[in-house]
């Protein structure tokens, strides 16, 4: 066994971004990842990009992202055949993981009841958007909506204008997270004691759990966060925290420093007037408009230099094409690529855990539709015939390039 996971088998029903994105950590680590698609048109993300563009000109990008190291197969849930046929297949899984509406995929009996039915050692991971009771269980889970209701965006974005969502997807990634997390320790505790259980993760309980520092500052200080009019860098901050501006059209952030190194190393004396933490605070908008037309006065890389030369926390603000020439993100090898039978070559972010006896690869691209169909079928038994009479039927379809 040279990965961590080898021997470790998932059934992934999953889609869009939560459960494909747990479901690759997992595959990097070296399980056999099942993904069970819809037959014909597969996982929604396969329809979704950016840009109005596509990788290759017929793939998404949202896609190939989120589902590498992984084999397809494209079946119709719905179908009597194909149920029995994926409670044959859990019979020999570990995981199963899904990331439906609360209800949908028990009501067609992918329920944890049917799947412990057949294999009572079965993990099953469902991840939603709330939970699977209460009084939003029927809402669309969706990322932005989950970082409003959780409190991210009210604390994001300047005072004066409107709050601003992250520019990720960090409540789905946050719930992928806690997919393998609880994942994880399901598996170690059933090589224990040889006992599957059923995993719950919601977006808005794992945000929430993410945000912990600021619900403990606000539940019991007595206070709440207002978001600065300048770009403090956090509600709870008081300045220089924040990004700042430089001569060339460039920006730093700056973290931590005492405040007084800072305006010597700017050439700022004037600004000794506001070193103070309580003044820093109070103050903090216009400490920040004075600090940012200091910065204005160097170029970027000359800022750098200074501020790190004194040890203060800073760093470039980049963009993503120029964080991945970054020399450190280079160093790491942390931009790699795999090819793709349609996509070509595709540049990817490389894992991100690294083990010295087990480490993490890239060994499949994300897969076409149904693309491993007949293989996986025939390793659980099926014959030719039969898997000939699926197709036919339309129950199962495979893309092949």
Same mark, same amino acid.
């Given at each position: ?5 080898? &021997? ?9 971004? @939560? ?30 990009? %950016? %840009? ?31 149920? =029995? ?7 020999? =899984? ?26 009572? #050692?079965?993990?099953? +991971?469902?991840?939603?958007? $709330? ?10 889970? @969706? ?17 004066? /204008? ?10 789905? /990634? ?14 170690? $505790? #059933? ?23 600021? $619900? ?19 509600? &709870? ?29 700017? !050439?700022?004396? @004037? ?13 903090? !908008?216009?400490? %920040? ?11 970027? /890389? ?8 004194? !040890?203060?926390? +800073? ?22 690529? $795999? ?24 060994? #499949? ?5 149904? @693309? ?30």
């Amino acid at each position: 066994m040279n990965k961590a996971l080898e &021997g470790v088998r998932i059934l992934d029903f999953s889609h869009l971004l @939560q459960g494909p994105f747990a479901t690759q950590l997992l595959g990097d680590m070296g399980a056999d990842v099942i993904k069970i698609e819809r037959a014909g048109a597969g996982d929604m993300f396969r329809g979704m990009t %950016f %840009f109005a563009k596509w990788v290759g000109g017929s793939e998404s990008p949202n896609f190939l992202a989120w589902n590498r190291n992984k084999r397809s197969i494209a079946l119709n849930l719905k179908s009597r055949k194909v149920h =029995a046929i994926l409670m044959e297949m859990a019979k020999n =899984a570990d995981v199963v993981v899904q990331n439906f509406r609360p209800g949908v995929l028990a009501k067609l009996g992918y329920g944890y009841e049917d799947f412990k039915a057949v294999n009572p #050692r079965i993990i099953y +991971c469902s991840g939603s958007g $709330y939970g699977e009771e209460g009084p939003y269980v029927e809402r669309p889970g @969706q990322d932005m909506l989950i970082q409003g209701l959780a409190g991210l965006i009210a604390n994001t974005g300047r005072g004066d /204008q409107a709050p601003v969502p992250a520019g990720a997807g960090l409540a789905d /990634q946050i719930g992928a997270m806690n997919m393998v997390y609880g994942i994880l320790s399901a598996l170690y $505790y #059933r090589e224990k004691t040889g006992k599957g259980q059923k995993i719950e993760v919601n977006l808005l309980a794992g945000l929430m759990a993410h945000l912990n520092q600021e $619900y403990v500052a606000v539940l019991n200080l007595g206070e709440d966060f207002v978001r600065p009019n300048s770009g403090i860098g956090h509600p &709870g901050m008081q300045a220089p925290f924040g990004i700042y501006e430089t001569k060339d059209g460039g920006y730093i952030s700056i973290a931590m420093s005492p405040f007084k190194t800072l305006y010597e190393v700017l !050439d700022a004396p @004037q600004l000794a007037i506001y070193d103070e933490l309580k003044t820093l605070f109070d103050k903090r !908008d216009e400490v %920040f408009e004075k600090v940012n037309a200091e910065t204005r006065k160097f170029a970027t /890389q000359d800022l750098l230099a200074r501020l790190l030369a004194v !040890d203060i926390w +800073c760093a470039e603000v980049k963009d993503i094409r120029r964080a991945a020439e970054d020399p450190q993100v280079r160093h790491m090898g942390m931009i790699t690529s $795999y090819d793709h039978p349609r996509g070509g070559k595709v540049r990817v972010v490389a894992p991100a855990v690294k083990m010295s006896e087990t480490p993490a690869t890239i060994e #499949r691209p994300a897969p076409l539709v149904g @693309q491993h169909g007949r293989e996986i079928l025939a390793e659980f038994g099926l014959s030719k015939d039969e898997i000939a009479a699926l197709e036919a039927s339309g129950d199962m379809t495979v893309d092949a390039a």
